[in-house]
């Protein structure tokens, strides 16, 4: 990220790893065996990665939230990577993981204006059985 971006790079790894942009990447990248979905650059120039107007107090806001949540997410992922032989330990931490995934993807609805709910997106995996 060039030094005078505003945005916070954990902002756009929370983007680029969300459901919403799998779902966009599924529907314009192409589909290969094995179901890998191909991101060229067709897919990558037309990402939807909303921008946030940093005069407005609710957008800086979100923003920041998505940040905060994206940096404990990567923490508890390293946390689950480092107890990987602990299995009493891997049991909380998986929930919790699972439950802060929850939270982004709660946020990421919001930041995207998806409306009341989220059935507009099904899971990958579900559409190409």
């Not at 060229?40 to 957008?59: A, C, H, M, S, W």
């Not at 299995?87 to 998806?114: C, E, G, P, V």
Request: proline content about 3%; charged content about 20%.
């Amino acid at each position: 990220m060039p030094s005078d971006c505003p945005y916070n790079i954990y902002y756009v790894q929370a983007i680029l790893n969300s459901k919403y942009v799998e779902w966009f990447s599924a529907i314009l990248g192409e589909v290969f065996r094995g179901g890998y979905i191909a991101r060229g650059t067709k897919v990558l120039n037309n990402l939807p990665i909303r921008e946030i107007d940093f005069q407005n107090k609710n957008d800086v806001l979100l923003h920041d939230s998505i940040v905060k949540l994206q940096i404990e997410l990567i923490q508890y992922h390293d946390e689950i990577d480092n107890n990987s032989s602990n299995k009493r330990a891997l049991i909380t931490l998986t929930r919790t993981f699972s439950a802060l995934q929850n939270q982004m993807d709660s946020l990421l609805f919001d930041l995207f204006d998806l409306g009341s709910e989220d059935v507009l997106v099904p899971l990958i995996k579900e559409m190409y059985k």
